[in-house]
């Protein structure tokens, strides 16, 4: 095939269950990647093409190692630059806000630098910033900074300059010194760091590891022997609470503690370990805590340990309170970042009205950058987010669109754009939008191809590419690619019969559900103190725009009002009596590590390693089950630690994984793979879909069962041994919920589910209601958030927020039956059902 500059140009894509195929995309067009979740989608787009990017331009640098492995493809032609902009949301930093990130917050911090106004300290007298600086300056020199200051055109006296660097909360000059710019403190829990009714030897100091109490018994007796505290080795199996109490306070603020070192005022405190110098539980899980948190996910490990409370210095303000003294319009800097988008908007609005021509002259460029940013949000569906609101909350679908519209503002060209189901979290009504601003991608130059199950997305594409038919092994295949008219006669397409057929039918059986929970006068947020009662023995949708207040209803108000005993602690919630277990299936992620897998996380993975172990016990060989574990030494293969690959890490880019060498990817040492059923390993198992390894254990009750519920959730097709942190979040949340399915014996159990159809193709939305529909026969109640028509279609009840995002929405709007909804003249979804 010759090189063609209007098509990008795939030969040969083999990769996982990709069967050998050629596939092209036009230059300068909008192209959908669609077809059944599983089929192959993500193995062409990002196991090959943008993989092969990658490659191809760290090899241009000459910085390339030899061992990064080569996708399984045969030729590539046309390529250029690539973005690729998936589901997976790595950024943790608590710094990282939606303001900073979308850079509205440099531009509002350079508009409080130019054209802000203060009181000056001295005379008290209102001081322009842009005036001020129009007098002689002088540099005066601080320990972390060096002060630029002015005189005060009133009264003369120095008055410190203010800069872009003191609107910013990750500055020295700008950051409350309390809280370091976080605009929250942790405080401990004292109940969870320490249990008075157990001893220290049974654990009684929660923050201390497994086995620390070797360590630590001895050298506590030695702190206290030193302060003549009465402490003595068997004292250590007593519970911690009939012991004395200034023990109690040397366990857990240490030897340098204030109130301990007052026993004895004139000995100074131990220096070292062997004289019985002793950290203190508290001191030692604060250290930790600073060590750690700034490290992605380490703090989760303590994080139980602690409550978040708002700065009581800057009052979760993040700034120094000298700087919010600066004044734009009347109004201090962080009264802006509380604001959402659209809210920001019009504030921009009232303030090119409200300040005078110079003003505006000065701020001309930095107002219209922000309205752009503004705008490029606004389009993507994202109007209703706070600048305040951290980057790490942020759902997949946001992070993703958030990303979209900085490549908007970045006005680039000649790049090749792929995005994966940006549609993910979006209510219908902003779809459009969505599409629009990609095609605005298009319209600069750029290349656009998108991973999509949505059918107004499909439809509104410039060329459109089809794999499947089915997932797995029985996916891989080119069904067809071409324009959306050819694609609607293409017999073999799944997604070309749903979209034939995208006409909803509404549920018209519903069931009535006798029993309510009931929930009044909500007001967090943006709740605008509304009342609802949700059926119980039902499917119930809670449904509205982005930003609405659907998860400030279910999980601030619903889940904040019970405690662990699924007991009511407020006034607002009635009804929970009526249910005996609690299920919540987020959209956090399933795991952080390689290690965590669907075969672990439902615990088959347990089950399979009793089983081989069984089977070398046939085979006359001592195994045990955990040494068909590949995270325990034993088994597991020595080089790669169980991982199967080898990390590499590259100059400039993200690190590289290559095959180990030693155990050619299969994880285990020869002894463990010597160990077969039906002429399969541990390893090969692993590798197996859901579906195979069904096939494979069919006779094996115990082992069947689990694999059934995450076949008949639509799941068939995922590999046992994929890694959860390669996994989507529909993916994710569909696995936690087919690990509940195993225990759904027990009745009146209610699950809460958030948007369990992301990521899932329309054909698999069924298997979805199917096994919910299930659950709510056996007498359970599920409560779902969601977006996708096909399940709010055939939910038995609706309770519709809105009508808009943010200070716009939180009002209840609708509630009823499919067909109430669509008859209520107030519904926004009305029109799409």
Not at 48 to 57: D, L, P, T, V, Y
Not at 170 to 179: I, L, R, V, W
């Amino acid at each position: 095939m010759l090189k063609n500059n209007k098509w990008i140009m795939i030969k040969g894509a083999r990769e996982n269950n990709l069967k050998n195929i050629d596939v092209k995309f036009p230059r300068n067009k909008m192209s959908v990647v669609t077809g059944v979740s599983g089929s192959g989608k993500s193995s062409l787009m990002f196991n090959i093409f943008c993989q092969e990017g990658e490659r191809k331009f760290i090899s241009a640098t000459g910085k390339a190692p030899d061992k990064v492995k080569r996708p399984d493809y045969d030729n590539i032609y046309g390529l250029a630059p690539i973005i690729s902009v998936s589901q997976n949301n790595y950024n943790n930093n608590p710094r990282s806000t939606v303001g900073t990130y979308s850079e509205i917050y440099t531009y509002l911090r350079l508009l409080y630098t130019a054209i802000g106004e203060m009181e000056c300290p001295h005379c008290h007298k209102k001081i322009e910033l842009a005036k001020m600086r129009t007098l002689p300056a002088s540099i005066r020199e601080d320990d972390s900074y060096n002060d630029e200051m002015y005189l005060c055109p009133e009264c003369r006296c120095p008055v410190e300059n203010i800069t872009m660097a003191h609107f910013s909360f990750n500055t020295t000059a700008g950051a409350c010194e309390k809280c370091m710019g976080l605009g929250e403190v942790v405080d401990p829990i004292y109940d969870k760091v320490v249990d008075h009714n157990l001893s220290i030897k049974e654990g009684g100091i929660k923050v201390w590891k497994k086995g620390f109490v070797w360590h630590f018994g001895p050298l506590l007796v030695r702190a206290a022997k030193y302060y003549n505290l009465p402490l003595e080795t068997e004292d250590l199996e007593r519970p911690i609470g009939e012991l004395d109490e200034m023990v109690k306070h040397l366990i857990l603020f240490g030897t340098d503690d204030p109130k301990i070192r007052e026993l004895c005022p004139d000995k100074p405190a131990p220096i070292n370990m062997k004289d019985g110098r002793y950290e203190g539980a508290i001191n030692s899980l604060m250290r930790r805590y600073e060590e750690e948190a700034q490290e992605d996910g380490r703090a989760e490990d303590i994080s139980m340990f602690f409550k978040s409370m708002t700065c009581p210095e800057c009052k979760g303000t993040r700034l120094k309170k000298s700087n919010l003294e600066v004044m734009v319009n009347n109004t201090p800097i962080h009264h802006v970042f509380t604001k959402s988008i659209k809210e920001l908007v019009k504030w921009i609005n009232r303030l090119k009205a409200s300040i005078s021509n110079e003003y505006l002259e000065i701020a001309k460029t930095i107002v219209s950058d922000l309205e752009e940013r503004c705008e490029s949000l606004c389009n993507v569906g994202l109007g209703y987010l706070s600048l305040d609101r951290g980057f790490s909350s942020l759902s997949g679908g946001e992070a993703q669109r958030m990303r979209l519209a900085s490549l908007l503002n970045a006005d680039l060209s000649g790049m090749i754009c792929v995005l994966d189901e940006p549609t993910s979290g979006l209510h219908p009504k902003d779809t459009d939008k969505l599409v629009n601003s990609i095609k605005q991608l298009c319209d600069l130059g750029n290349t656009v191809i998108v991973i999509e199950h949505d059918l107004d997305v499909i439809k509104e594409a410039d060329y459109i590419v089809d794999i499947g038919p089915e997932a797995g092994s029985d996916g891989g295949y080119l069904i067809f690619e071409g324009t959306i008219y050819d694609f609607l006669k293409c017999e073999e397409s799944i997604t070309a019969k749903w979209l034939k057929n995208d006409k909803k039918e509404l549920k018209t059986q519903c069931r009535k559900g006798d029993k309510q929970l009931i929930i009044k006068n909500a007001t967090a947020n943006n709740l605008k103190s509304i009342s609802t009662a949700i059926p119980l023995n039902t499917i119930t949708v809670i449904a509205g725009v982005s930003g609405s207040g659907k998860s400030t209803l279910i999980f601030n108000e619903l889940l904040n009002s019970l405690n662990t005993d699924l007991k009511c602690e407020s006034e607002k919630l009635e009804g929970t009596e009526h249910i005996n277990r609690l299920v919540v299936v987020d959209q956090k992620a399933m795991g952080k590590v390689s290690r965590s897998n669907a075969a672990t996380y439902t615990k088959v993975f347990d089950d399979i390693r009793d089983f081989f172990k069984e089977e070398a016990k046939k085979q006359g060989k001592n195994i045990k089950a955990s040494d068909f574990s590949f995270n325990v030494t034993g088994g597991r293969c020595s080089t790669c630690k169980g991982t199967g690959k080898i990390k590499i890490q590259m100059h400039f880019m993200k690190a590289q994984f290559i095959t180990c060498s030693s155990c050619r990817g299969k994880r285990y040492n020869e002894r463990i793979l010597g160990v077969k059923y039906k002429g399969y390993n541990i390893a090969d198992v692993l590798e197996m879909t859901v579906k195979e390894a069904r096939n494979l254990f069919y006779d094996i009750s115990k082992i069947r069962v689990k694999l059934d519920c995450l076949y008949n959730i639509g799941l068939g097709y995922l590999k046992l041994g994929q890694p959860a942190d390669t996994l989507s979040g529909g993916e994710g949340q569909r696995i936690k919920l087919a690990s509940e399915l195993t225990l759904s014996k027990n009745k009146n159990t209610l699950y809460i589910l958030d948007e369990p159809s992301r990521g899932l193709h329309e054909n698999d939305t069924e298997k979805l209601m199917n096994i919910l529909n299930q659950l709510v026969e056996k007498g359970n109640s599920v409560i779902m958030i969601e977006h996708n028509l096909s399940i709010i279609s055939k939910a038995d009840w609706i309770i519709e927020l809105g009508p808009w995002g943010g200070d716009k929405g939180g009002y209840l709007i609708a509630e009823g039956t499919p067909q109430a909804i669509r008859e209520n003249p107030k519904s926004i979804l009305k029109e799409y059902l």
